[in-house]
């Protein structure tokens, strides 16, 4: 296992532990999904740029993704080629997951400190 695979799903349990330990019981649960799903279980089966869906070839797709209390809160798919390693297909996608999950926590922050410094002007 990767380390940013191990330190996605340690951050993933921390707070899952953090959010049931304020509502002081079990409900909450944070997990990380990786693994192959049909290209089409998110997006439709189709060519970019027509209409035209591929019904004959049900190619399958990695999707990494991080949910939260049963709804999905981050997600990065790809689909591989056929000689691609799919160990560096899930390795990218984590990346790319903890990459966002990084963007948007720290952009969140800045959003609120200019929000908060604003209002006290």
């Known amino acids: 296992m990767s380390k940013h695979k191990e330190l996605l799903i340690e951050l993933c349990d921390n707070l899952q532990q953090e ?13 990380l999904r990786s693994g192959l799903k049909p290209e089409g279980y998110f997006t439709s089966m189709m060519h970019i740029g027509t209409t035209r869906t591929l019904p ?30 799919l160990e560096i297909v899930e390795g990218f996608l984590i990346t790319k997951v903890l990459r966002n999950i990084f963007t948007f926590g720290v952009m969140s922050s800045k959003k609120f400190i200019d929000d908060f410094k604003g209002g006290n002007k």
């Open 19 to 31: 959010l049931n330990q304020r509502e002081g019981e079990e409900i909450h649960e944070v997990e």
């Open 56 to 85: 004959d070839a049900v190619r399958m797709a990695w999707f990494v993704e991080v949910w939260v209390d049963g709804e999905c809160v981050f997600r990065e798919s790809s689909v591989p080629h056929k000689t691609e390693p």
